[in-house]
């Protein structure tokens, strides 16, 4: 038997946000320069996401792992 610890699972989930007062690209643009990996989802393309219903067109999204 091992006296070794399996390592602990990594988490992972998505992210979406908007910043107020600025518009998704800007804030992907912004964010993207400072070397962080995001995207943006766009209605109707973000099916799954209720963004209409919102009053919303896209969102900021990243990936985040801990």
């Not at 602990?8 to 992907?28: H, M, N, S």
């Not at 799954?48 to 985040?64: H, S």
Request: cysteine-free; proline content about 6%.
């Amino acid at each position: 038997m091992s006296a070794e610890k399996a390592a602990p699972a990594e988490r992972r989930g998505i992210v979406t946000f908007l910043k107020q007062d600025e518009a998704p690209g800007k804030t992907r643009d912004r964010l993207s320069a400072m070397k962080m990996n995001l995207h943006v989802s766009r209605s109707p393309g973000a099916r799954e996401l209720d963004l209409p219903a919102r009053g919303l067109d896209a969102l900021v999204g990243t990936n985040m792992r801990t």
